[in-house]
T-cell receptor, first 111, second 115 residues
Framework: RKEVEQDPGPFNVPEGATVAFNCTYSNSASQSFFWYRQDCRKEPKLLMSVYSSGNEDGRFTAQLNRASQYISLLIRDSKLSDSATYLCVVGLMDSSYKLIFGSGTRLLVRP | ETGVTQTPRHLVMGMTNKKSLKCEQHLGHNAMYWYKQSAKKPLELMFVYSLEERVENNSVPSRFSPECPNSSHLFLHLHTLQPEDSALYLC??????????????FGPGTRLTVL
């Protein structure tokens, strides 16, 4: 079983749509949670951290369910510029602290 | 833009060549990382350095040899690579290792092709 699992997509949505991505993680000792965004042939960039109480940043809402080991990202009012791959990332302490990346979910927003 | 630079951006090498990838961070961070990103696979952590000391070596073949001469620079020395080593190699830095809120900032990557 993969440590961090995501639906690879692509999710193809019209501008203005609301889209949700889900992610599950296998290690219950995971301590921190993030969504990164990676544009085509570019490096990953932090989109937002995910907190237990859920958090919102503009059109983006992230939620965490520790009991189900599940993380979500909701994007409202999608823009063309939201087209990218969204990486679910989990941080945990092993021999040292490390980030475990999912393979990503690809989003295409069409005009 | 990100404060982490990598050179070269693209590299093509034969299996018998020796080359080095360079990473430099201008953020005053104490931790630096090498990741490998292959097509349709998640980022794989290769090495972690904290204050110039290697704190993680993620079962990486010895044909990859990291070097961290100071907290701002990180190298990945490559020798006798295999075609399956072709990938995007990403460098990242963070303020420290072990902080659950530490953000990792990535460089643009070196796209490596091994012939």
């Amino acid at each position: 079983r993969k440590e961090v699992e995501q639906d690879p997509g692509p999710f193809n949505v019209p501008e203005g749509a609301t889209v949700a991505f889900n992610c599950t993680y296998s290690n219950s000792a995971s301590q921190s949670f993030f969504w990164y965004r990676q544009d085509c042939r570019k490096e990953p960039k932090l989109l937002m951290s995910v907190y237990s109480s859920g958090n919102e940043d503009g059109r983006f809402t992230a939620q965490l369910n520790r009991a189900s080991q599940y993380i979500s990202l909701l994007i409202r009012d999608s823009k063309l510029s939201d087209s990218a791959t969204y990486l679910c990332v989990v941080g945990l302490m092993d021999s040292s602290y490390k980030l475990i990346f999912g393979s990503g979910t690809r989003l295409l927003v069409r005009p | 833009e990100t404060g982490v630079t990598q050179t070269p951006r693209h590299l093509v090498m034969g299996m018998t060549n020796k080359k080095s990838l360079k990473c430099e961070q201008h953020l005053g961070h104490n931790a630096m990382y090498w990741y490998k990103q292959s097509a349709k696979k998640p980022l794989e952590l290769m090495f972690v350095y904290s204050l110039e000391e290697r704190v993680e070596n993620n079962s990486v073949p010895s044909r990859f040899s990291p070097e961290c001469p100071n907290s701002s620079h990180l190298f990945l020395h490559l020798h006798t690579l295999q075609p399956e080593d072709s990938a995007l190699y990403l460098c990242a830095s963070s303020q420290d290792v072990g902080g659950s809120t530490d953000t990792q900032y990535f460089g643009p990557g070196t796209r490596l092709t091994v012939l």
